[in-house]
């Protein structure tokens, strides 16, 4: 095949957004042959506004069994997620989904033991992971070069949002809609470069979540998070969509070194010596190991975010590169999300990895009682909303 | 009186800092007339560097009893401070007591009866309260001028101390000696500060604290401590003697701006809305308020620490100038940290104000089977390790 045929499920904000990167052009090996959406008038919509040869279907199931396509992108409401990309990978499309892989691990690794049996590619929408930054802290902490990690503390609060971004959409921030808030909607990315960075899941976390504490909403939209590593470190991870001016700094410490990533700026501390050993050996009480500092600035071109991810789903799947992120990794955010959740549910420390059908059991009790709202349905550009590391 | 006449208690690190600035001409209205130690040879090495017409006595409270002074300055082990500025109180002296108040808030709560009742004056030791920045935070957020408190995130890892540290006195990070570790010694100064910047105390506290985690110590080296207020904000408060390189860096949160103070520079946003009316009236998803941005750098000349708080005890008790920080409130910072210590003990969320006696009982059982150690006896010089907002 010349260019991989792509269809789009959901002419959201996401789905749109894709859209408009085959439009201008920018991903150079595919095309769009179709796209989704429940709303004929949103249809019209695109019709309207988006050139192009493509199909339109009101029915994402009806994409994927008719349309002429050989991926998907799928940017429907989350809870949908599995069940689709289940439904593309059994009818030999290849799939790239939008984050989150799901709303609990039951439905995910349900979906996980498709992609597991399948031979078509399974990515998902990581986009951060392009993030030459992230990269960075990413290799540097592989290579094992900076020793064990000790620490890290993300505070994420640059994710400010209004009621009227809530009420734009009859499923946002509902445990229906959308099964969480801050951490299911904001911060899949940040959450699933947490581990992908320090190489390692943590094994207990005590979360402090707070549900429409600023907004008028169901879920959670002040998050304080503490995790414990099997490496004997420990975390927190601070978030909210209440914040202005947020903050957005990373900080890692390993026996070996420091990472600091803050406003588009990396500072790699080196030591010269393991901490550990020094706090063994040193005959002085207040000295320290001696360091080297790098900074590393931000190669905005380099940067490709979802351009990045859907070019390379495309490479990958006309065999000219490798997949680089694979879907059944999703599992580890959708986990970790679920775990700082139940943690919050019942008030205690919740062991890793957690118990798929006690927090399907908890979130289906909310989802029952979830109230019904009426969307403005306005399409919100989100274009200025990702990227950064500020 | 011409010069206020100062006996000091304790010869150890901080006591023997205190004495030098005396020697230097640091203490205006201040002159030293007695010391104590319960060394006789710390006593002697004292005599033989130390020049002035001063009396040595090897007990605190011989001192206390027979010396001619107007004014104690306390710098003995933590436990002893309340019985000490009990009896000085009551023979009639000024007190100036080194951090931490005391150990447990049931002995200082009835220290704090004493110092109500008697017309001498009592400080602490709270020198951090001089430095420029600080005090530009406490009076911006006191001012009412940014609103209401969201949240306070205190990461201060910079305490990095050696085993050889924790090994050259025998009481160092004990149970026994000390009551605590990196809160209890490193933190007294942040935690007194959290509270006092920010104008109320947390009403819960849900703490993580690591025992001899990276040292040989029986007490706390790695702490994760989330807090809930009263005005329903949230916080965290991180801290390690194991981190090298650390940080220091405190942002504070308020409804119409935020404070940052990090690397000696005081970051200052001022929101043009208030945040929570922008989210409750703006017709847009993504915008936030607009915010004016002030930087502050450290005036060190201003920062006079220890000195600073010296020089104010001596003309207080002239009567040149009001006592800047009062003696009671240090029961503050004891209550925080006993508090985040109940709750590691317990592994439970803890609310404030605290049981004084059910701390007490938890920290009895352990003094029991704190372990006997030798001390290398070192004298460590200690002037290179506070002060700084790095």
Redesign the interface.
């Known amino acids: 095949m010349d260019k991989v045929k792509f269809g789009i499920l959901g002419m959201g904000n996401m789905g749109t957004g894709h859209f408009n990167n085959f439009i201008k052009g920018n991903i150079e090996n595919g095309i769009v042959t179709a796209v989704s959406d429940i709303s004929q008038k949103r249809l019209d919509e695109i019709q309207e506004k988006m050139p192009g040869d493509y199909k339109v279907y009101t029915s994402s199931e009806e994409l994927i069994e008719k349309a002429d396509v050989d991926a998907v992108i799928i940017a429907v409401p989350h809870y949908d997620h599995p069940n689709l990309v289940i439904k593309a990978l059994n009818r030999g499309l290849h799939v790239l989904c939008e984050k989150p892989a799901g709303v609990y691990t039951k439905h995910v690794r349900e979906m996980n033991e498709v992609a597991d049996k399948s031979n078509k590619l399974f990515s998902l929408m990581y986009n951060q992971r392009t993030n030459p930054l992230y990269i960075k802290m990413h290799d540097i902490i592989s290579s094992g070069e900076l020793g064990t990690l ?2 890290v ?1 993300w ?1 994420i ?1 640059n994710w ?6 809530f009420d ?1 959409g009859s499923w946002r921030a509902t445990w229906k809609g959308e099964g969480g808030g801050a951490l299911m909607n904001q911060c899949p990315h940040q959450i699933d470069l947490l581990q992908w960075i320090v190489g390692e899941m943590p094994n207990k976390i ?1 979360a ?1 979540c ?1 549900f429409g ?3 008028d909403i169901e879920v959670e939209d ?1 998050v ?1 998070a ?1 995790m ?1 590593f099997p490496s ?1 470190a ?1 975390g ?1 991870f ?1 978030t ?1 969509t ?4 947020g ?1 957005n ?1 990373l ?1 890692i ?1 390993c026996s070996k070194g ?1 990472l ?1 990533c803050e406003n588009d700026k990396l500072t790699i ?1 080196k ?1 010269k010596e393991d ?2 050993d ?3 050996t ?8 001696e ?1 080297e500092v790098e900074v590393v600035e931000q190669d905005y071109k380099r940067n490709t975010q979802h351009v990045g991810i859907i070019n390379n789903f495309a490479n990958a799947i006309l065999g000219i590169e490798k997949l680089y992120v694979k879907g059944q990794e999703g599992i580890n955010c959708v986990e970790l999300i679920n775990a700082m959740l139940l943690s919050s549910f019942k ?1 205690k ?1 919740v062991t890793l990895p957690i118990d798929d059908d006690e927090y399907f059991e908890e979130l289906s009790k909310r989802v029952k009682t979830s109230r019904l709202k009426e969307g403005s349905g ?1 399409v ?3 274009s ?2 990702y990227g950064g590391t500020k």
């Open positions: 000790r620490r503390n505070i609060t400010f949002r209004t009621q009227f971004y734009s005590h402090h707070h504490k600023w907004h002040d304080t503490y414990e004997g420990t927190c601070i909210s209440g914040d202005a001016p903050s700094r900080e410490l420091r600091l501390h030591n901490i550990q020094y706090i063994n040193c005959e002085n009480g207040f000295s320290a190991p360091f008030n420390e306005i919100l550009d989100t200025s909303s």
